[in-house]
T-cell receptor, first 108, second 114 residues
């Protein structure tokens, strides 16, 4: 599975969009990009996933570059409850291998 | 619909004791897995199962045993607990090992080995 690189931490103002980047330059053609988050050491929560096309659901949008070497998770209107560690995972076998993630702090 | 249920939520063991962490899901999912998370770290995969009777090792399997006799249950056994196994343990399940599926996680078991 491809390795991912994420910034260790980011801040975002409440009500603004949070844009979390992920680099996966070694991704192969049949690997999906997944995003999960973990709030206060609770169990991780699924956010969104995609293969090639941009995806949107009620929680977030996922933008994947045309060459698929990087992606961005967008939380359109961040709230204090979005403060969490966000994990970007690339896998073709369905097994989720977690990295260190990005710790997002949403500030009033 | 309970999702993924882990028991107990907290446990303190003495070095050398054995115990079983329970994990049950009611979504008829084929794929189940166990992770551990040490302070300030990401989750690491211990063992996983793609269906009843089938298990395999993950990234950090040493010191842990698993079995999968039913679709619903996937217990994790510590045969002789060590302080290095102090961690938070998460169980997860998903429909299958396919790529286009989301995983559901339990709320964790916080284990301390003294």
């Amino acid at each position: 599975d491809a390795k991912t690189t994420q910034p260790p931490s980011m801040d975002c103002a409440e009500g603004r969009a949070a844009n979390l980047p992920c680099n996966h330059s070694t991704i192969s053609g049949n690997e999906y990009v997944y995003w999960y988050r973990q709030i206060h050491s609770q169990g991780p929560q699924y956010i969104i996933h995609g293969l090639k096309n941009n995806e949107t659901n009620e929680m977030a949008s996922l933008i994947i570059t045309e060459d698929r070497k990087s992606s961005t998770l967008i939380l359109p209107h961040a709230t204090l409850r979005d403060t969490a560690v966000y994990y970007c995972i690339v896998t073709r076998r369905g097994k989720l291998i977690f990295g260190q993630g990005t710790e997002l702090s949403v500030k009033p | 619909n309970a999702g993924v249920t882990q028991t107990p939520k907290f446990q303190v063991l003495k070095t050398g004791q054995s115990m079983t962490l329970q994990c049950a899901q009611d979504m008829n999912h084929e794929y189940m897995s166990w992770y551990r998370q040490d302070p300030g770290m990401g989750l690491r995969l211990i063992h996983y199962s793609v269906g009843a009777g089938i298990t395999d090792q993950g990234e950090v399997p040493n010191g842990y045993n698993v079995s999968r006799s039913t679709t619903e249950d996937f217990p994790l056994r510590l045969l002789s607990a060590a302080p290095s196994q102090t961690s938070v343990y998460f169980c997860a399940s998903s429909r299958d090992l396919g790529m286009d599926t989301e995983a559901f996680f339990g709320q964790g078991t916080r284990l301390t080995v003294v």
